[in-house]
């Protein structure tokens, strides 16, 4: 029955997706055929010693080799898990926070408010918060 679910399923007894399964058995030949270079490389510097004098040739190939695996790692590992885009200086000094505000008659708050509280974007703010938004949009009309 198991092996029946995993077919129909398309899922290994590893609990992997055919296509996952294909992929990391792609990932460890290309790993193995990595290993075996390298291992190559390295006889190759034994047997002849690297001067001064010769062309940096044989280490740029062995340092693309080395980013080309560390991209394919990423790639298998997923998207990276944060960046920074802090900014320093004169423009990230520390200051009290002070909403913008723009006066708006009780008709155009009545509508914004309709429109924002229907969008998911704005549904878990606070009473005090959904005003805060309220007082800093600006309503333009378009031809």
Known sequence: MIEHLQKTGGYTSSGLTLNEKNELEMLRREINKYREMEARD???????EHTDSEPDDIMDEHEDKNFEVEVRKKSVMG?????SAEVYGKFNNKAEFKAKVIPKS?????????????SFLFESL????????IDAMEEKTFL
């Open 42 to 48: 390295s006889n190759k510097k034994d047997e002849h």
């Open 79 to 83: 998207a990276r898990s944060g960046v």
């Open 106 to 118: 009780d008709d155009q708050i009545q509508r914004i408010k309709l429109k924002i509280l229907q």
């Open 126 to 133: 606070e009473p005090k918060e959904v005003d805060i938004v």
